[in-house]
């Protein structure tokens, strides 16, 4: 089998690199895919949009309808994971483990018995070789704000710099994943639920078609944002560049929503515990 | 864009791919492939896609790690091959 | 033949995606392990990005973020299209980069639920198990 695979491959790269050969040299300007449609995006797209950053511009603006259902299959992602792991425990489980926090001490419950009253120096736990680690998780604390502001920055500043919807939503996500990691997941739970996580998961992708349904309303193509200009009381030029910034918005949250309900699920096996 | 610099990072990228299938531990394969995608990310800034290779560095690097080594603890970290 | 070769030669780049493609195509066909043969997609994967990101480089040109002023200089920058790379492929394949990742996250999902239910993630014990019952 192995054999066979590895006469296989090679064939295969006999085959492309041959047809490789043919191929415009790396960095060549004149290849086919630079002198098409390219140089109209490159020559147009600030005096069309007033975005510098020409890759945001043809991506949530010329391309908008392609990056809808690009966000639509990143929540479709994060619906199938969700279907697939996610399960409900019924019966109770046969023994409540509890650490005590000063100490690390875990004391053990068995089925049909519970702690009596309240007991704020207890957390409940469900494996008791969990590991608490105080440093990992101040240096976490401190670090998120930092990382969820940075993500913020990263989704608005779009327009001119390196960034925007996809990138800033991934960070987001990942600073609640790092939250997760860090303390467990039942915090980052108490953080952002799961019926708000998959609400917002929706949002994002309901916030760019909504744009796109206003458009739509106001007589105009589906996601043309120059007919939000009469709504908003700027010219076409900026609405087109706002337009831009709402659907970046949107995205950011769709993704960020849909990374943490992935990573919620995988961690878990969809018990939606402790996690990692 | 160095060519020099392209060269020498395509193979480090071609190193971190033959290692992330041939190690039999998944969890260093799920760190390999972390590894893979950085060097990616490294030769995206370097052919100037600075927005591919932001992406490439959160969401590669960052993110599709984590949902591996997520994955790896849910399951073995054995294997075979 | 040595018209061929010094063809072959030239375009490096591609042997190299071709090469990181294959170890892709390889680690499906090949391994036996249901993570590593998502390890072996997700490299396929990126090697089609990688080649799609070189067709849009350009020798002699800037990152396409437009360099540009306010007030009465602004008329003064003319954009011409060879001064900047080729965006398109950079948009394409951005949005492929996330959706990647979205669809990693399902098929790691499936690994899981087949890990729940075998036990095992190796193919043939797998095979093994649906044949016994």
Known sequence: ?276 | MVVELDMVILTLVMICAVGAIWVKDLLGAAILFGAYSFMLCLLWAIMGAVDVAFTEASVGAGVSTVFMVAAVFRTSRRTKD | MDDLLSKIAGGYNYIAYITIMMIGLYAVIAKRNLVKKIIGMSIFQTAIILFYISIGAKKGATIPILMHDHGPEAAEHAIKAADYINPLPHVLMLTAIVVAVATLGVALSLAVKVYQRYGTLEEPEIQDQINKS
Request: glycine share 8%.
């Open chain 1, 1 to 276: 089998m192995k054999k066979l695979a590895l006469i296989l491959v090679l064939l295969c790269w006999g085959f492309l690199a041959f047809a490789a050969a043919d191929f415009p040299r790396l960095g060549d300007p004149n290849s086919p895919a630079s002198t098409h449609l390219s140089p109209y995006f490159i020559e147009k797209a600030y005096e069309d949009t007033a975005t510098p950053n020409i890759v945001t511009a043809v991506l949530a603006d010329y391309r908008s309808y392609d990056t809808m259902f690009e966000t639509t299959v990143v929540f479709a992602a994060g619906v199938a994971c969700f279907l697939l792991l996610r399960f409900y425990h019924f019966s109770e489980p046969p023994s409540h483990l509890y650490r005590h926090k000063p100490s690390g001490t875990v004391i053990q419950v068995p089925r049909g018995y519970r702690l009596k009253g309240e007991h704020t120096e207890l957390e409940p736990i469900d494996r008791d070789w969990a590991p608490k680690d105080p440093i990992v998780e101040v240096a976490s604390r401190i670090l998120i704000p930092f990382i969820q502001i940075f993500a913020l920055y990263v989704v608005v500043h779009g327009h001119h710099s390196p960034g925007g919807g996809f990138q800033g939503g991934v960070i987001l996500g990942a600073s609640l994943v790092l939250l997760a990691i860090s303390r467990d997941l039942r915090t980052a739970q108490a953080t952002l639920g799961e019926s708000k996580n998959s609400i917002l998961s929706a949002l994002g992708v309901l916030i760019y078609v909504g744009v796109g349904a206003v458009t739509l309303a106001l007589g105009s193509n589906f996601l043309d944002y120059a007919a939000l200009a009469g709504l908003m009381g700027v010219d076409q030029v900026i609405a087109r560049n706002l337009g831009i910034l709402f659907v970046e918005v949107g995205v950011a949250v769709a993704v960020m929503a849909t990374m943490f309900l992935i990573y919620r699920n995988v961690a878990s096996a969809g018990a939606l515990d402790e996690g990692l």
